[in-house]
C-alpha cells in the first residue's frame, strides 16, 4: 500500500482563524515532507521531517508551523494567513532523505484564505 | 546549474495517437529520475524511478526511458483517461539539498476521443 492521506480536502479560513493540516502515511516512511503547489506550477517545497525532526525548512513564513507527532503524522498548523497563500497543499512520505527513494504524495488540501 | 526542463508544455492528441514526453535534465551525479502524474486538484501520483542511462519501465500504455541527458515518457494509443499533467522530477544533491527535488514545469496532455 503506497497510501499517503490528507484531510481535509478542503479548507476555507479567514485571516485570523487557526487551523491545522493533518497527514498520515504507514508505509513505515522515515521522510515526510509538506508542499505548496499554486495553479500550472510544480510543488514547492515547504518542511522535510526525517525521523521525526525538522531536516528543512524553505524559509517559510512563520504563519505556517508544521509538528511531527510521530512517525506516521505530519500535522501544518496555520494562523494569521494571506490571501496569497490559498494554494493547494501536499504531504509526501519516502524511506528516507536519500536522492533515490521516490516520495509518494497525498491527494493534497484546497486552501482558500478570504 | 543543475535544473529540470520539461517539454512541450502542452500537448493534444486524438486517442490512439502515440508520441512522446520530454524531460532534460543537467544534474551532476543523478542519483533517480521521478515521472509523475497528475490530475487537476489532486496530488501527484507516483509512475517510475529510473536509474541509469538505458533503463526502461512500463505501465499499461506508459513506457519511460533514460539517457545520460534526458528522459522520454512515450504514451502508446493514449485514450481520454490519460490526460493529465506529467511531471519529472530530479534528486538535488547531498549535504543540505539532500531530500529536495527538481521539478520540471510539467507537461500537460489532452487525449481527444
Not at chain 1, 67 to 79: F, Q, R
Not at chain 2, 28 to 42: A, E, H, M, T
Not at chain 2, 91 to 109: A, I, M
Amino acid at each position: 500500500d503506497t497510501e499517503v492521506t490528507q484531510t481535509p480536502k478542503h479548507l476555507v479560513m479567514g485571516m485570523t482563524n487557526k487551523k491545522s493540516l493533518k497527514c498520515e502515511q504507514h508505509m513505515g516512511h522515515r521522510a515526510m515532507y509538506w508542499y505548496k503547489q499554486k495553479a500550472k506550477k510544480p510543488p514547492e517545497l515547504m518542511f522535510v521531517y526525517s525521523y521525526e525532526k525538522l531536516s528543512i525548512n524553505e524559509s517559510v513564513p512563520s504563519r505556517f508551523s508544521p509538528e511531527c507527532p510521530n512517525s506516521s503524522l505530519l500535522n501544518l498548523h496555520l494562523h494569521a494567513l494571506q490571501p496569497e497563500d490559498s494554494a493547494l497543499y501536499l504531504c509526501a512520505s519516502a524511506r528516507g532523505l536519500a536522492g533515490s527513494y521516490e516520495q509518494y504524495f497525498g491527494p493534497g488540501t484546497r486552501l482558500t484564505v478570504t | 546549474e543543475d535544473q529540470v526542463t520539461q517539454s512541450p508544455e502542452a500537448l493534444r492528441l486524438q486517442e490512439g495517437e502515440s508520441s512522446s514526453l520530454n524531460c532534460s535534465y543537467t544534474v551532476s551525479g543523478l542519483r533517480g529520475l521521478f515521472w509523475y502524474r497528475q490530475d487537476p486538484g489532486k496530488g501527484p501520483e507516483f509512475l517510475f524511478t529510473l536509474y541509469s542511462a538505458g533503463e526502461e519501465k512500463e505501465k499499461e500504455r506508459l513506457k519511460a526511458t533514460l539517457t545520460k541527458k534526458e528522459s522520454f515518457l512515450h504514451i502508446t494509443a493514449p485514450k481520454p483517461e490519460d490526460s493529465a499533467t506529467y511531471l519529472c522530477a530530479a534528486p538535488r544533491g547531498r549535504g543540505s539539498t539532500l531530500g529536495r527535488l527538481y521539478f520540471g514545469r510539467g507537461t500537460q496532455l489532452t487525449v481527444w476521443p
